[in-house]
């Protein structure tokens, strides 16, 4: 039967209500068309894509909105997005000078990066929990958790792409400093306009980069480059994996929250925010500190068994809280 | 004085209201009607929105025993939902500037 699948599809991933309204009549039209031809049968589905696709941008909507206007959430939501905002002012400086220390003042192109990176991840980590941490706290409505749960998966997908897109549009920029890390780039020369120094070492750089590439012209601050690169690759991954993370401990902040309400408990639960990131990025570098000394650099080892510690704690949270809890009446 | 909450009627929806003042009609059919405003995609969505405002209600079509499909959707316009047609193009020639109005 024509639609069938779609019909499947929309039932598991929707609210009985909205699948009803929306999607069934669209289905319908796609079966009663499908009899007139290819043509209006082609035209038929791509309405009722559309129609599912509407659809689920609008209980998405609805479930971010319920999300926020949940009296006991919301007071555990909100000060955490202002934590989590926080969190990221102080990190972003902080990155852009470690970077300038290590950088020279005319990538100015790193520094943007820089700023924009932390600020996008700011903006749409906690939108991808958010949904999760209301339905794990047991307040979410039937079928919010599937809506969560696409919604977190559309955020992280685009995250990811937008990773990728950032770091194919910056490899040559990667490239050039790498090359000039070989070069030893004089700081006179170094403080010169980005445009001004490609425009007179570009003959150069073509020439050494091809060398950088390859293993046996690599020079030691060449592969600390490169392996500096691959690191915040995986750094930027992993703290995608720490949406995990802050949902279960919003979840436990929930949890206990409809038992303790209190003033305090709002702030408690932006200090837990902080306090995931804070712990991130110290396990991180007790991790570096750690392996370094073991000569072990590859990323796999360095970044994300922090971030894995991070979830199994958060875990732990969570599970503790449900059952610490007493039932509400 | 009392606050009087006012229906919120948009021109998509005003539109389907008075494609809808004629009879029944299935979604598929207002968009044909339409002439290329309404759309495939959306138009169940602004039929679900207006279903919830009391400005339309639906029933599934009959279908004959051991039919295999989904019933199609049939939407009329309640009575309430073409008062505030009849008030919304009341409102929109009231307030509509002639040529000479707008000269001042």
Same mark, same amino acid.
């Given at each position: ?329 | ?5 006012? +229906? ?35 138009? *169940? ?34 009575? *309430? ?6 008030? *919304? ?9 002639? +040529? ?5």
């Amino acid at each position: 039967m024509t639609g069938r699948g779609l019909e499947r599809f929309g039932r598991a991933i929707l609210r009985a209500s909205t699948f009803e309204t929306i999607v069934a009549p669209a289905i319908a039209d796609l079966q009663y068309e499908s009899r007139s031809g290819r043509w209006a049968s082609v035209r038929a589905y791509a309405g009722a894509w559309r129609g599912l696709a509407a659809a689920v941008a609008l209980e998405l909507g609805s479930d971010c909105r319920d999300t926020l206007r949940h009296s006991q959430l919301g007071a555990a939501v909100l000060p955490s997005l202002l934590a989590l905002g926080l969190s990221f002012a102080i990190v972003s400086p902080w990155g852009i000078w470690l970077d300038l220390g290590r950088l020279r003042p005319w990538h100015h192109d790193v520094v943007l990066l820089a700023l924009l990176i932390p600020g996008v991840l700011a903006s749409t980590l906690p939108l991808a929990a958010m949904p999760v941490a209301r339905v794990l706290a047991g307040a979410g409505t039937p079928g919010s958790m599937r809506s969560a749960v696409l919604l977190a998966a559309a955020v992280v997908s685009t995250l990811t792409i937008a990773d990728w897109l950032l770091a194919d549009r910056t490899s040559d920029l990667q490239r050039e400093l790498t090359t000039a890390s070989i070069m030893s780039v004089r700081t006179s020369e170094a403080r010169r306009p980005l445009w001004e120094l490609r425009e007179r070492f570009q003959p150069r750089f073509e020439h050494i980069a091809g060398r950088a590439d390859d293993p046996r012209w690599r020079t030691a601050r060449a592969a600390a480059e490169l392996r500096r690169s691959r690191i915040e690759r995986h750094t930027r991954a992993a703290l995608l994996f720490t949406v995990v993370a802050y949902a279960l401990l919003g979840a436990a902040g929930a949890t206990r929250l409809r038992h303790q309400a209190g003033r305090r408990e709002p702030w408690r639960s932006a200090l837990g925010a902080v306090l995931i990131f804070a712990s991130f990025a110290a396990m991180r570098v007790v991790f570096q500190r750690v392996l370094y000394v073991q000569t072990i650099f590859g990323p796999l080892v360095l970044v994300w068994p922090p971030a894995v510690l991070l979830v199994l704690v958060a875990i732990l949270a969570a599970l503790r809280a449900r059952r610490v809890s007493p039932k509400p009446t | 004085m009392d606050k009087i909450a006012l +229906p919120s009627v948009s021109a998509t929806e005003s539109f389907v209201l008075a494609l809808l003042r004629d009879g029944e009609k299935y979604g598929l059919e207002l968009v044909e009607a339409s002439g290329g405003r309404l759309k495939r995609g959306t138009i *169940y969505v602004t039929l679900g929105r207006m279903e919830r405002k009391g400005f339309v209600t639906s029933r599934q079509e009959a279908q004959a025993a051991g039919a295999l499909g989904l019933p199609r959707r049939l939407y009329t316009a309640t009575a *309430y939902g073409l008062k505030v047609l009849e008030a *919304y193009q009341l409102l929109r020639e009231a307030l509509a500037l002639r +040529p000479a109005e707008a000269q001042g």
